[in-house]
């Protein structure tokens, strides 16, 4: 069946190269961007049609996906880790009752549903170095706990009603197009504009503190190659471990000093968000991901730092 696709939280950073990827995968007029304001943002809301959802209002969402016989919704609105903790409430209504929406309007109109799942579902009683795909997971920020209940609902929605759904557990994503939206791992995407500006970047995760992240293709890729697997070989589809890289801060700096040698980190911590990085693994297994859909990353943070830096260049028009 030929795809007609909804992607919710269509602006954030996912979303603004995401959508682009589906377009150029399944037609523009074949993707539907949407998020809760209209923002300018030209490559997403010019390039196809856009609506504004709110995705606590059921009713819109369902319009909209009758309005384009919509079969495919990619679920992305979400609140991050580091504003959920400042916000739990906001977070638990936005991630569980947005995506029971999804999921609800999924049975009733028979869509596919992607949406990501996060490192955020493990906490600190998971083994932290090749964390399994199965394992203990006991998250201590309401961000993991919203993640750890929606890969369960997916799981539900799949056992009990035939749902497809698929999902993958992202790392920090690091990209140029669009800025992260209030995570955890953010630290990784803004050390490269400030290292251009100013040359320096003040961190507020620790040194040694290792994260897994991935370069943005990477993640466009696992999110179209999933979309589209062969529903058979698939065991584990709410979600994924997929993994690419693991870094801390100085490392992270040592690879763009490199590029920039005068480059200098210092460090002034958040412990909120100190306190999350600590909770979570330092590395992934993604086994049963390149077992079970052939997922293999591209970028390690040699090739992704180089990129990094030339598309933040060119830019800026620097
Ligand atoms: P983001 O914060 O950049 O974007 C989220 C988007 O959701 C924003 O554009 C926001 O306006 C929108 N939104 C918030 N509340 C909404 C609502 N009520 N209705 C409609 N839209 C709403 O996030 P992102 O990084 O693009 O993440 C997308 C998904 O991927 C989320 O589920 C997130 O948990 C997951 N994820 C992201 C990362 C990462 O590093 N970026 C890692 C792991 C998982
Ligand atoms: N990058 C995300 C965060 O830090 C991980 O899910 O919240």
């Given at each position: 069946?030929?795809?007609?696709?909804?992607?919710?939280?269509?602006?954030?950073?996912?979303?603004?190269e995401?959508?682009?990827?589906?377009?150029?995968?399944?037609?523009n007029?074949?993707v539907?961007?949407?998020?809760?304001?209209?923002?300018?943002?030209?490559?997403?809301?010019?390039?196809?049609?856009?609506?504004?959802?709110?995705?606590?209002?059921?009713?819109?969402?369902?319009?909209?996906v009758?309005?384009?016989?919509?079969?495919?919704i990619?679920?992305?609105?979400?609140?991050?880790?580091?504003?959920?903790?400042?916000?739990?409430?906001?977070?638990?209504?936005?991630?569980?009752?947005?995506?029971?929406?999804v999921?609800?309007?999924?049975?009733?109109?028979?869509?596919q549903?992607?949406?990501p799942?996060?490192?955020?579902?493990?906490?600190?009683?998971?083994?932290?170095?090749?964390?399994?795909?199965?394992t203990?997971?006991?998250?201590?920020?309401?961000?993991?706990?919203?993640?750890?209940?929606?890969?369960?609902?997916?799981?539900?929605?799949?056992?009990?009603?035939?749902?497809?759904?698929?999902?993958v557990?992202?790392?920090?994503?690091?990209?140029?197009?669009?800025?992260?939206?209030?995570?955890?791992?953010?630290?990784?995407?803004h050390?490269?504009?400030?290292?251009?500006e100013?040359?320096?970047?003040?961190?507020?995760?620790?040194?040694?503190?290792?994260?897994?992240?991935?370069?943005?293709?990477?993640?466009?890729?696992?999110?179209?190659?999933?979309?589209?697997a062969?529903?058979?070989?698939?065991?584990?589809?709410?979600?994924?471990?997929?993994?690419?890289?693991?870094?801390?801060?100085?490392?992270?700096?040592?690879?763009?000093?490199?590029?920039?040698?005068?480059?200098?980190?210092?460090?002034?911590?958040?412990?909120?968000?100190?306190?999350?990085?600590?909770?979570?693994?330092?590395?992934?297994?993604?086994?049963?991901a390149?077992?079970e859909?052939?997922?293999?990353?591209?970028?390690?943070?040699?090739?992704?730092?180089?990129?990094?830096?030339?598309?933040?260049?060119?830019?800026?028009?620097?």
């Open positions: 069946m030929k795809k007609r696709i909804l992607i919710t939280g269509s602006l954030g950073q996912i979303g603004t995401l959508t682009k990827h589906l377009r150029g995968i399944y037609g007029d074949k539907v961007a949407s998020d809760m304001v209209k923002k300018d943002v030209p490559e997403v809301t010019e390039t196809g049609a856009f609506e504004v959802i709110d995705v606590l209002d059921s009713k819109r969402l369902a319009d909209v009758s309005k384009y016989k919509i079969n495919t990619v679920h992305l609105a979400a609140i991050l880790s580091g504003v959920g903790e400042h916000k739990p409430s906001l977070a638990y209504n936005v991630n569980l009752n947005g995506l029971y929406h999921l609800e309007i999924a049975r009733e109109k028979e869509c549903v992607f949406t799942s996060s490192i955020a579902v493990f906490g600190p009683d998971t083994p932290k170095d090749g964390t399994p795909q199965n203990i997971m006991r998250p201590t920020t309401m961000y993991g706990v919203t993640k750890v209940a929606g890969e369960l609902l997916c799981d539900y929605y799949f056992k009990r009603f035939g749902v497809d759904t698929r999902g557990r992202f790392p920090g994503l690091v990209s140029y197009a669009a800025l992260p939206g209030g995570g955890t791992t953010d630290y990784a995407v050390i490269f504009y400030d290292a251009l100013k040359q320096a970047y003040e961190s507020f995760i620790a040194a040694g503190t290792y994260m897994d992240m991935m370069y943005m293709p990477d993640a466009l890729h696992a999110v179209s190659s999933l979309m589209e062969n529903p058979e070989k698939l065991v584990h589809r709410n979600a994924f471990n997929v993994a690419s890289m693991s870094f801390e801060p100085e490392e992270l700096a040592a690879e763009i000093r490199k590029h920039i040698p005068e480059f200098e980190v210092t460090y002034n911590i958040d412990p909120v968000r100190q306190a999350i990085a600590e909770s979570w693994p330092n590395s992934l297994d993604d086994t049963c390149r077992e859909w052939g997922w293999e990353p591209k970028y390690d943070i040699s090739s992704m730092v180089s990129d990094m830096l030339e598309q933040l260049k060119k830019k800026q028009g620097k």
